[in-house]
């Protein structure tokens, strides 16, 4: 028997095209689970940009210290700073964090467990990736990034870009 604060209920909204199995389903606690973590990471965010008009405030020098130790840490893996890579990855990382550590709270289920959330955010990740290479060298660089140094390399190139 679970006690949990929700209800274990699962549903399956691809059922009437035949796919049942586990991956296809949606489990309440995972979603309210995730929806937890999204609000205190917006309850969070709300504070921090009420502290930060105060510049003299301890709440506004925690953040400019959690802020720096992101920049560092940006730096050091992608060797320059960039802001819309930093907001993206410090983004995910802190929705991880946050997914993680809600299921210290009691009776709420972490949503991390669930397969689907680990493949929402490798799917996005992927999608903002490509996008940010497109942005960058354009859809014909992009495309001829495939096709380098010979056509015939295309589907190899396109398994090796999945598969990162």
């Given at each position: 028997m679970s006690a949990g604060l929700f209800d274990h209920h699962t549903i399956k909204p691809f059922a009437c095209l035949g796919?049942?199995?586990?991956?296809?389903?949606?489990?309440?606690?995972?979603?309210?689970?995730?929806?937890?973590?999204?609000?205190?990471?917006?309850?969070?965010?709300?504070?921090?940009?009420?502290?930060?008009?105060?510049?003299?405030?301890?709440?506004?020098?925690?953040?400019?210290?959690?802020?720096?130790?992101?920049?560092?840490?940006?730096?050091?893996?992608?060797?320059?700073?960039?802001?819309?890579?930093?907001?993206?990855?410090?983004?995910?990382?802190?929705?991880?964090?946050?997914?993680?550590?809600?299921?210290?709270?009691?009776?709420?289920?972490?949503?991390?467990?669930?397969l689907n959330t680990a493949l929402a955010i490798a799917l996005s990740s992927f999608l903002y990736v490509q996008y940010q290479k497109i942005k960058l060298h354009g859809i014909k660089g992009f495309l001829k990034e495939f096709i380098d140094p010979f056509a015939v390399m295309a589907p190899l190139h396109l398994v090796g870009e999945v598969s990162k």
């Amino acid at each position: 028997m679970s006690a949990g604060l929700f209800d274990h209920h699962t549903i399956k909204p691809f059922a009437c095209l035949g796919l049942t199995g586990p991956f296809w389903s949606v489990h309440s606690d995972i979603v309210a689970g995730t929806w937890i973590a999204m609000g205190i990471l917006l309850a969070i965010t709300l504070v921090g940009r009420l502290f930060l008009r105060n510049k003299k405030s301890p709440v506004t020098l925690v953040y400019e210290k959690a802020i720096g130790l992101f920049m560092r840490v940006s730096i050091d893996n992608i060797g320059s700073f960039h802001k819309n890579y930093f907001a993206f990855v410090s983004s995910l990382f802190l929705f991880t964090l946050f997914c993680c550590l809600v299921g210290l709270i009691h009776f709420v289920e972490e949503s991390t467990r669930d397969l689907n959330t680990a493949l929402a955010i490798a799917l996005s990740s992927f999608l903002y990736v490509q996008y940010q290479k497109i942005k960058l060298h354009g859809i014909k660089g992009f495309l001829k990034e495939f096709i380098d140094p010979f056509a015939v390399m295309a589907p190899l190139h396109l398994v090796g870009e999945v598969s990162k």
